[in-house]
C-alpha cells in the first residue's frame, strides 16, 4: 500500500492571520443563522474596547479579542449534531444531552464551542473562555474558572460581560449618550446574568468601572451599529498578527468541516473522503511544488465548506431538486470563497477548492469555466468529488462501488465534463492504495485511518 504525503510534511512559508481569518470564518458561519448577524462582532468590539482602557498586554488583549470573536462559535453546530451515526458523535451527543440537563440548553453552545476549539490545537487556549462566556453558578464552571491564571480569568471576564452588554443593547436602540437611568438598567441585567464569583473578579480586576467608561463614549452606540466600521478597527488595530502555517490552518478547517458534515449522515466523511483521493492523485504528479502540494491539501478540506449555508430541507431531499433549489445547491462552492478569497495567502487554495464543480465544457459552475481556464487542482477536486459523492448514500441515490462509480467517471470523461488524465490518476492511485471495484464507501473510508497512521 502506498503511503499519502499530506501537507503536514512539506515547508510552507505562507502565514495566515488568525484574527483575519476568525472574522471572516463568523462573518461567513453568521450568514446561516441571520438573527446573530454582527452579534460577535459587536462583543469583539466591545472586548477591544475593554483591553485598551484596562492596558492589557498584546498577548492577552488579542486572545480576548478573539476568544470574543469566537465565543458563539457552538451555535452555529450545536443543533446540527442530532441523529449523528457514528460513535465519536453519539457520544458527543450524549454529553451535549446532559448539558442541556443539567445546566439549561442555552449553554449546550458554551460546551460545542469549548470542544470545536479545544479540538483545533492551535485555538485550545481560546476554549475556556468560551466555556465561560455564559458564567453559572456552579460546580463545573468555577472549577474551570479557578483553573486558569489571573490573567485569563480576567480574560474570561471580559469576553463574558462584553457580551452580556452586546446582549442588553440588542433589546435596546439607545440615543447617542445613553441616560444614566438607561446605563443603570444596563449595569442591573449584566449582574443579573453572572454569578458572584465572577462579578467579585471583574470588580478587582478594574473591569466593572473600565466597562462603565468605555459606555459613557458618546460614538459607542453609533460604532456599535456599523458592522462595517467595527470589522474595520478590528482589522487594523489589533497590534502584530498572530500568524499560523497552512498546517495549523489546516488543522483548523478539518475541525470546522468534521462539525459541518456531522449535520447530516449524508455528508459525513465525504470531505475526508474526497481529500484521500485527491491526496493520492497529486502524490503521482511530480509537476507540483511542496507548496503547491500544501495548497492543494488546503483547498480540498475547503471544497465544500459551503454546505454550512445550505438548508437541510436542500440536502435531504429525496427527488430531484427545483430550480429555485438548485440554484441555491450551486451557490456551495462559491460562498465561502468570498469570505476567504481575498486572504491573500489562501487565494490560490481557495480558488481551487471553489473550482470542483467546473467542467471542462463549460458546463460547471460557479464560472463556468472551459478547459485550459480550469487550474489543474480543480481538474483533480472534480473527479476526487464525484469518485466520493458516487460511493456515498444521498437522499435521491442509492451507494454505488468502487467500480460502478469508475464506470460513471469514465462516462463523464467520454462526454467531455471531466479530465481523462485526472480520472487515470484516480485508476493508477486507487490501485496504488490496495481499492479493489468491490469495495463499498465504508471501506474505501476505513483506508484514511490507516493512511494517517503512515504518512
Request: charged share 25%.
Amino acid at each position: 500500500m502506498m503511503t499519502i504525503k499530506t501537507q503536514g510534511k512539506y515547508a510552507f512559508t505562507k502565514e495566515i492571520d488568525l484574527l483575519d481569518f476568525s472574522r471572516r470564518s463568523i462573518r461567513f458561519l453568521e450568514m446561516s443563522v441571520p438573527p446573530l448577524s454582527g452579534h460577535s462582532l459587536r462583543v469583539a468590539y466591545l472586548a477591544r474596547a475593554l483591553a485598551e482602557a484596562l492596558g492589557f498586554g498584546e498577548g492577552l488583549s488579542r486572545r480576548v479579542i478573539l476568544a470574543a470573536l469566537l465565543h458563539d462559535l457552538g451555535i452555529f453546530f450545536i443543533y446540527k449534531v442530532k441523529g449523528l451515526y457514528d460513535e465519536v458523535h453519539r457520544l458527543a451527543q450524549k454529553e451535549l444531552d446532559e448539558v442541556e440537563e443539567g445546566v439549561g440548553s442555552e449553554l449546550a453552545h458554551c460546551v460545542m464551542g469549548e470542544r470545536i476549539l479545544a479540538e483545533t490545537k492551535v485555538m485550545a487556549h481560546l476554549a475556556p473562555l468560551v466555556r465561560l462566556h455564559h458564567p453559572r453558578d456552579n460546580e463545573r464552571d468555577l472549577a474551570t474558572f479557578e483553573s486558569l491564571s489571573p490573567e485569563e480569568r480576567t480574560g474570561a471576564c471580559a469576553v463574558a460581560l462584553s457580551d452580556a452588554v452586546a446582549r442588553s443593547l440588542a433589546k435596546r436602540r439607545l440615543e447617542l449618550m445613553p441616560s444614566s437611568a438607561a446605563l443603570a438598567e444596563i449595569f442591573d441585567e449584566v449582574g443579573r446574568s453572572s454569578p458572584g464569583y465572577f462579578l467579585l473578579q471583574a470588580s478587582r480586576d478594574g473591569l466593572i468601572e473600565a466597562l462603565r467608561s468605555v459606555l459613557s463614549q458618546k460614538s459607542l452606540f453609533v460604532d456599535i451599529r456599523s458592522e462595517w466600521y467595527m470589522d474595520e478597527v478590528l482589522r487594523s488595530r489589533h497590534g502584530h498578527p498572530s500568524s499560523i502555517g497552512v498546517e495549523e490552518l489546516t488543522g483548523v478547517v478539518r475541525v470546522f468541516v468534521k462539525y459541518m458534515e456531522a449535520r447530516s449522515p449524508y455528508t459525513a466523511h465525504h470531505t475526508r473522503l474526497t481529500t484521500l483521493f485527491a491526496q493520492a492523485m497529486v502524490s503521482r504528479l511530480g509537476s507540483l511544488s511542496l507548496e503547491e502540494v500544501a495548497e492543494m491539501t488546503l483547498a480540498s478540506w475547503f471544497h465544500d465548506l459551503g454546505k454550512m449555508l445550505i438548508p437541510l430541507s436542500v440536502l435531504h431531499k429525496k427527488g430531484p431538486l427545483s430550480p429555485e433549489e438548485w440554484s441555491v445547491m450551486k451557490e456551495h462552492s462559491y460562498s465561502h470563497y468570498i469570505f476567504f478569497g481575498s486572504m491573500e495567502p489562501l487565494k490560490r487554495a481557495v480558488f481551487w477548492g471553489a473550482c470542483h464543480h467546473e467542467k471542462l465544457d463549460g458546463s460547471g459552475y460557479p464560472w463556468g469555466l472551459k478547459g485550459h481556464q480550469i487550474p489543474l487542482a480543480g481538474k483533480i477536486l472534480a473527479v476526487a468529488d464525484v469518485a466520493s459523492a458516487l460511493l456515498e448514500e444521498r437522499p435521491y441515490k442509492e451507494p454505488l462501488s468502487f467500480g460502478e462509480a469508475l464506470k460513471v467517471l469514465e462516462s463523464e470523461v467520454r462526454r467531455g465534463l471531466l479530465d481523462g488524465n485526472c480520472f487515470g490518476l484516480l485508476r493508477e492511485a486507487a490501485t496504488e492504495l490496495g481499492i479493489d471495484e468491490r469495495m463499498t464507501f465504508k471501506e474505501v473510508s476505513a483506508l484514511w485511518a490507516e493512511e494517517e497512521k503512515a504518512a
